[in-house]
């Protein structure tokens, strides 16, 4: 960030008159930009859409999806007809039975996937012990004559879930487990590499790795590549078929709107299928499940992912979630989704504090190439921060100690919201400007939300 010589000066200590003369010109000039970007947005009548209203901004799309307005009447008829009138004849007359699946497939485009390779089901964690173990399993099957590939290489910086049930995966499998900086895989891969497992969008920093670079090497080095897809299925173009990606697991209550835990879903690419072995082979993913059979046949395609009775209650709000996507393109959410962060980090940088405890310092990239949907800002008095933001009604998240995180839903964010955002910000940091203000305000910040 560039630092004006106003801007030296700490923000308590400033020249109050030049001070106020400075920020409200750069916010008059940076809210004249957003209500131009909002006019120009071919996406903002989607908003309406979504159960909002404009007395909060909500930039936390990237934990939990706003939820869409027509949702709460289809989950009613599931429970009060489909549930309560047709009873057991929904699984089969009401296409209970096939949810996985069919869900799976409109899901499939908004990851650049064709039809019949994802699958919805579980959570996001045991769908990643399924994709690491049936990694390990196609490599055994299809490289037998490689016993000395054993490695799995887990991005060190992951969501700590994906690294523990890697972690579980490596020990039944008796495979050494290798951490591994997203920005080293390259040169970490080599004739011992079994199989990768990479968040697209890091969790806490927001910064996009490079799936098609990373996943065509590992293919050149003889590994198979999972990638973990939760934040970036709904905000960015992943091109899973496109880039040959092996196995790929992603939630669906983040940018994908599915609801509080919502199912998770599962890739395997075609290619891989016949002969993916799923640790999980409950009679769901059998070829005959009603035949009762004692001996396990599994089946073909995707459904070889499913596992148990799927959770139908959040299947169908999930299902009825995906409406909002019809006829919007990854293209133009990615588009706004960067001029979104683009203008939060230009308006941060006009209204923060530059230097004491109210200061902040981007951890999310710059380069395009490199950012996800969020953006990252490290404070050191980050908890008192996000406890007042969200008392004021912009709503982000910390990541302990000292990150604040805001995410940026393109569907439903809108330009002026941001400079909102930006501004209310701006004015909470120069509120802890200094230390003694940051004890006191930590105090508060212990609050349930957390
Ligand atoms: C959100 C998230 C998860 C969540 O896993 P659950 O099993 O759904 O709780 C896992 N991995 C990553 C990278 C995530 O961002």
Not at 136 to 156: F, G, K, Q, S, Y
Not at 209 to 216: S, W
Not at 348 to 360: I, Q, R
Not at 390 to 409: K, S
Request: proline share 6%; glycine share 10%; charged share 20%.
């Amino acid at each position: 960030m560039s630092e004006s010589s106003a801007g030296k000066i700490p923000a308590h200590t400033a020249n109050a008159t030049g001070t106020v003369h400075t920020a409200s010109a750069a916010h008059t000039a940076l809210a004249l930009k957003a209500r131009a970007l909002d006019a120009a947005d071919e996406l903002a009548p989607l908003r309406d859409l979504f159960a909002l209203d404009d007395a909060s901004v909500y930039l936390d799309g990237n934990s939990l999806g706003a939820l869409p307005a027509h949702v709460p009447a289809r989950v009613q008829d599931v429970i009060t007809r489909q549930w309560g009138e047709l009873r057991i004849r929904s699984w089969s007359e009401g296409d209970w039975w096939t949810a996985p699946e069919r869900i799976g497939d409109r899901i499939a485009p908004l990851v650049g996937a064709g039809p019949g390779q994802i699958v919805v089901g579980d959570s996001t964690s045991v769908n990643i012990f399924k994709a690491v173990v049936g990694a390990v399993r196609l490599l055994d099957t299809e490289r037998a004559d490689e016993p000395a590939r054993d490695e799995i290489l887990v991005d060190a910086t992951t969501f700590p879930t994906d690294g523990y049930i890697a972690a579980s995966a490596a020990r039944m499998t008796g495979r050494p487990v290798v951490p591994v900086d997203p920005g080293r895989v390259l040169g970490s891969l080599g004739p011992r590499t079994a199989v990768v497992l990479l968040n697209h969008v890091d969790f806490r920093t927001g910064r996009l790795h490079d799936l098609p670079g990373i996943t065509a090497a590992a293919h050149k080095a003889g590994a198979l590549v999972v990638w973990d897809l939760c934040h970036s299925a709904g905000a960015l173009p992943v091109g899973l078929d496109a880039h040959g990606v092996d196995l790929a697991v992603g939630c669906t209550y983040k940018y994908l709107n599915g609801g509080p835990g919502s199912p998770a879903f599962l890739y395997v690419a075609e290619r891989h299928q016949s002969r993916f072995d799923s640790p999980l082979p409950g009679w769901n993913s059998h070829a005959d499940p009603f035949a009762m059979d004692q001996a396990y046949t599994a089946a073909d395609g995707a459904v070889r992912g499913r596992v148990g009775t799927p959770d139908i209650l959040s299947m169908l709000a999930l299902e009825a979630s995906l409406d909002v996507w019809d006829g919007v393109s990854v293209a133009a959410v990615r588009e706004k989704s960067l001029a979104l962060t683009d203008l939060f980090l230009e308006c941060v940088e006009a209204y923060a504090p530059k230097a004491g405890a109210g200061s902040v310092v981007p951890l999310t990239p710059v380069a395009h190439a490199e950012r996800g949907s969020q953006v990252a800002l490290r404070c050191a008095a980050a908890p008192a921060v996000m406890a007042a933001l969200i008392a004021r009604g912009i709503v982000g998240d910390l990541r302990r100690p000292d990150v604040l995180r805001f995410g940026f839903t393109p569907l439903y964010t809108g330009f002026a919201e941001v400079e909102r955002a930006a501004r209310v910000l701006g004015e909470v940091l120069a509120a802890v400007g200094d230390v003694a203000d940051v004890v006191e305000v930590s105090d508060v910040a212990e609050d349930p939300l957390r």
